[in-house]
């Protein structure tokens, strides 16, 4: 978008679903952090839990197990949780906060059943954050990278469509499955410094919450948030300070940065960035 654009959102009475799970999809834990955020900031409430029972092999996401302050011992199981939010927004529109840990199996029929609740709660738009790790320099804007099928939103928020062909995460398949049903879908990617991929990252976890700010045209409010981007800035520049392969690292980033400057959200640049991803992966590196 132009800068000297007016701002663009969508319709005030048009419900909102947003989605990110934990795993694959979120680097550094930025996506799955700007949900947890988004959803103490406008007290989202409970609407409803998917059977963990259903999606999940607990050899691989295990359970958890705490003593509550009354003494009474639990069971924490993972799974996915649906909740609703009226925000200090004026109007009818209702935001739905997906968030979860990347199923183990039956991908379809957990969006599916995810999707079933959207219509309920007659969802128009629905809006998948990630995060993935990249060749980015701590000390420079993070990239996003912004896409979506729908001509009209492409048209209305200058995005581009997305050409990645290759591995998805269940986002994927949920934005995939979200179209078929009539459902705008917006995604919205951030990238992590691979350098400093440790959870959080709250630097990412603000790139994120600012692209849902201009989607929904509402105000977010950070709160420590501010303080902890500091924070974790003054830690990414400790650690280049004390690693000379790091810091010469960090410098051969900025100077490429500086002289080309990162593409805007294209499906090449997702693309490479996913092929750079799976190459981490796979050579035991690039955990997220």
């Keep these: 978008m132009s800068p000297d654009s007016d701002p663009v959102s969508l319709a005030a009475d048009q419900s909102v679903m947003i989605a990110a799970f934990e795993g694959w999809n979120d680097a550094g834990s930025a996506a799955s952090s700007a949900l947890d955020h988004l959803a103490r900031a406008w007290e989202a409430r409970e609407y409803a839990t998917l059977d963990p029972e259903e999606y999940h092999d607990f050899q691989v996401s295990r359970p958890s197990i705490q003593t509550l302050p009354g003494g009474e011992r639990v069971v924490s199981w993972p799974g996915t949780v649906l909740s609703t939010a009226n925000g200090p927004w004026v109007g009818d529109r209702e935001v739905v906060v997906v968030r979860g840990i990347e199923p183990s199996m039956r991908w379809r029929t957990f969006c599916r059943e995810i999707l079933d609740y959207a219509e309920d709660l007659e969802v128009s738009t ?163």
């Excluded at 993070?142 to 979506?148: E, N």
């Excluded at 459902?183 to 790139?207: E, L």
């Design 126 to 288: 629905l809006i998948t954050c990630g995060a993935l790790l990249v060749d980015a320099p701590h000390t420079r804007p993070l990239p996003t990278f912004v896409t979506s099928e729908d001509a009209a939103a492409r048209q209305a928020f200058d995005l581009e469509r997305s050409d990645y062909e290759g591995p998805t995460g269940v986002l994927g398949v949920l934005g995939h499955e979200a179209s078929l049903r009539g459902i705008t879908v917006i995604s919205v990617w951030v990238g992590v410094p691979h350098y400093v991929a440790h959870p959080p990252s709250p630097k990412a976890t603000v790139s994120i919450l600012s692209q849902l700010e201009r989607f929904l045209g509402e105000p977010i409010d950070l709160g420590e948030m501010v303080d902890e981007v500091d924070a974790w800035q003054r830690g990414a520049d400790e650690l280049a300070e004390e690693d000379e392969e790091i810091a010469a690292h960090v410098q051969q980033l900025e100077s490429l940065m500086d002289e080309t400057s990162l593409p805007e959200a294209s499906g090449d640049a997702i693309a490479a960035e996913f092929e750079k991803f799976l190459r981490r992966r796979d050579s035991g590196n690039g955990k997220a």
